[in-house]
């Protein structure tokens, strides 16, 4: 039922590894987001693109970037894992104000 | 001030019982406002849609305030499966979706 897919559902992974997390949807929105959540804790935007080659940073910080070739397809990358980069990665999608952020399943991310 | 606030709670409330939530927001321009449901480990999912003149899903009832700037979920005759985090959300003055930190909720039998 999910129009916007995340992969790997989750991940461990030794420090100092590159990794990409993958975001697609398949709605059309414009739209895109990446947030980081700690367990219990509130959602933090790191990263939005408003369309293709458009990226900007969130109001979190982060040491991952994004790109947006495609429409479909919004992945996040980490050059150089850190066990403090440890959390659940969450992307989500939006269109007209009207309809809210429809977000993927997330990435359990865990860095040894 | 955060610009979405919510009581972390936790409610603890019996089945059966009605239970309501605020949340409050800092941008007055806000037309659209949102309840998302979140369960332990897993992503926010879209409870509700507010807008001017609220909106009611069987249990669920959400309404806006204007003059006071904040919405409100209510749920009547909660169920154990209501247990959750309760995430609001507003569009906040540069147009993004800004959420409140949730707040939880817990239906004991």
């Known amino acids: 039922e999910a129009d916007i897919y995340q992969t790997p559902r989750y991940l461990v992974i030794g420090t100092g590894k590159k990794i990409t997390l993958e975001c697609s949807q398949t709605?059309?929105?414009?739209?895109m987001y990446w947030y980081q959540q700690d367990p219990g804790m509130e959602l933090h935007l790191i990263h939005y693109s408003y369309g293709v080659n458009s990226t900007e940073k969130g109001d979190l910080s982060s040491e991952s970037t994004v790109s947006r070739i495609r429409t479909e397809h919004f992945p996040l990358t980490l050059e150089s894992a850190r066990p403090s980069h440890t959390s659940q990665y969450l992307c989500?999608?939006?269109?007209?104000?009207?309809?809210?952020?429809?977000f993927g399943s997330g990435t359990r991310l865990t860095v040894v | 001030r955060k610009e979405v606030e919510q009581d972390p709670g936790p409610f603890n409330v019996p089945e059966g019982a009605t239970v309501a939530f605020n949340c409050t927001y800092s941008?007055?321009?806000?037309?659209?406002f949102f309840w998302y449901r979140q369960d332990c480990r897993k992503e926010p999912k879209l409870l509700m849609s507010?807008?001017?003149s609220g909106n009611e899903d069987g249990r669920f009832t959400a309404q806006l305030n204007r003059a006071s700037q904040y919405i409100s979920l209510l749920i009547r005759d909660s169920k154990l499966s209501d247990s959750a985090t309760y995430l609001c959300g507003g569009y906040n003055a540069g147009n993004m979706l800004t959420f409140g930190g949730g707040t939880r909720l817990m239906v004991k039998p």
């Open positions: 989500a999608s939006s269109t007209p104000e009207t309809y809210g952020y429809t």
């Open positions: 941008n007055s321009a806000s037309q659209s």
């Open positions: 709605m059309g929105h414009d739209k």
């Open positions: 507010v807008y001017s």
